[in-house]
């Protein structure tokens, strides 16, 4: 066998099983979210199908694939049509760079575990995650309806506006690591907690963070979608599998995001004390899990988050994202950059990083909401 | 602070995921009515078996929504339905048209009508929610005579 097929066939099946595990989660975080949201209503969550409603989603599943497909008049129909399968598409690529664990090697032969190991990793998932919008636009636009064009006006003007803070904040995390490939950023930060790069860049951990809500169009975000303003938003006028693709694309992109903001913040699939990886199979193992451990932890953050915050006023959407968090991540980045420069030790990153949230903090708080002022 | 009001926001939300949950499984448990609940309405008897109801029809003309119909018929003196003179030969309820204010319940005089515990009323054909007469009477397993109003006072 030629090292090409070897290559070929083991790319298949990385394929598959990566995407087999993010489309699996899809039904899992969605039970998790109902569970933990309904937790926190003082509610059970779904409790009738299957043992603990365990079984909810995948029934729901079912049942959305025997529902009526209905396409209102009007419609723009070549769009109409690709609206969904633009949103899905992009969540579903990005998921080709994330490395999901530790290099390991099997009969000689040198297996990354990621789809592709992108020298270019980090700019392809913004280039790949902002296409997102597109199809939310354009679903939004051919819907033939008022609420759904507003819900897509909406989506663009927030997406692209948090777009830009999503990308500076990560830039402090280039300055230090050096690369865009993410298996290498993932690397840099082997050896423990304290060598990951939330504990250098928390200002920068925390914008992303919250840029990735928005970004997902999450909580208290979820502007596009408000569902007692917009009866639902860019996806009113969509039934059936159309929906569910629209309702798959915003979990696929939570589990995603997740696991960028791991890769790039969380120390990816290094475990929080020092550990060697070997390359054995076993050490692929551990990187897996303890991957999974944080994305799973990020994404109930995400419900927690959810579960905890009201949804903002556009205005304050806008404001938050063009007068706090831009230039929040422009400090950010220039900070960083002075502090390599001067070759301070992390922690000095870390204390600056959180005297800036500290301070901003007490000026959101003590100036800006004290007058009342439609700033924060 | 705006961190510490964020902070103690999400506090709430994970003390709440640890509390008791407040829902009812409704078909596994039940709650315990209140004694004037106002559920499906019942036609009483006195403890001999006799309807209460004398076929008066104060609780149609009383009724806001024309909710219930009668036709009255003048009781057999050998075989007494009801004490009076007369009884209902015909008691129907249209409870989709029903709005359970209670009015008919207090219109009767003879304490008749009165409104039942009874409210799971759902079924699967419209004919079927114009109840009967039979169906309305308290069950002989549920004895006969001794009732409480819901006009009783009994809370506050």
Known sequence: ?376 | MLSIDLLRGFAVTLKHVFRRRVTVQYPEQRRVDAPVFRGRHRLQRYADGLERCVGCALCAAVCPSEAIYIEAAENDPNHPISPGERYARLYQIHLLRCIFCGFCAEACPEDAIVMGPNYELSDDSRAKFVIEKEQLLTPPSEGFGEYESFLLPKIG
């Open chain 1, 1 to 376: 066998m030629s090292a090409f097929l070897i290559y070929t066939i083991l790319i298949v099946i990385k394929i598959v099983i990566v995407f087999g595990i993010v489309l699996g989660s899809v039904p899992a975080l969605v039970l998790v979210e109902r569970k933990l949201l309904g937790w926190m209503q003082i509610r059970p969550g779904p409790n009738r199908v299957g043992p603990w409603g365990l079984l909810q989603t995948i029934v729901d599943g079912a049942k959305v694939f025997f529902k009526e497909t209905v396409i209102p008049d009007g419609v723009d129909r070549p769009v109409y049509d690709l609206a969904p399968l633009l949103v899905i598409v992009p969540a579903l690529v990005v998921s080709c760079v994330v490395p999901f664990g530790p290099a390991i090697e099997i009969a000689g032969i040198q297996i990354p575990l990621s789809i592709t190991d992108l020298d270019l990793g980090l700019v392809f998932y913004f280039a790949v995650a902002s296409l997102t919008i597109y199809g939310i636009v354009l679903a939004g636009w051919s819907s033939n309806n008022k609420w759904s064009l507003l819900g897509g006006l909406r989506s663009s003007a927030q997406m692209v506006s948090y777009e830009i803070t999503l990308a500076l904040s990560v830039v402090g995390v280039l300055l230090l690591c050096g690369t865009f490939n993410l298996r290498e950023i993932a690397e840099k930060q082997a050896g423990g907690f304290w060598y990951w790069n939330v504990c250098r860049q928390p200002l920068g951990f925390f914008l992303f963070l919250l840029a990735g809500l928005a970004e997902n169009n999450r909580l208290p975000f979820d502007l596009p979608e408000a569902e007692s303003e917009l009866t639902g938003g860019y996806h009113t006028e969509y039934s059936s599998m159309r929906f569910v693709t629209f309702y798959m694309a915003e979990y696929v992109n939570i589990v995603l995001t997740s696991a960028i903001i791991t890769t790039v913040f969380l120390g990816g699939f290094n475990p929080p004390y020092p550990y060697e990886f070997q390359g054995t199979w076993l050490d692929g193992l551990i990187g897996v899990v303890w991957f999974g451990i944080k994305v799973g932890a990020l994404a109930i953050l995400y419900i927690w988050i959810r579960g905890t915050l009201p949804r903002l006023r556009y205005d304050h959407l806008m404001a938050l994202g063009w007068k706090v968090m831009l230039p929040l991540a422009f400090i950010n980045l220039f900070i960083t950059a002075i502090l390599i420069a001067l070759e301070r030790p992390w922690w000095e990153m870390c204390a600056v990083g959180l005297a800036i949230l500290l301070m901003t903090d007490i000026f959101l708080s003590h100036i800006l909401w004290r007058r009342r002022r439609a700033v924060y």
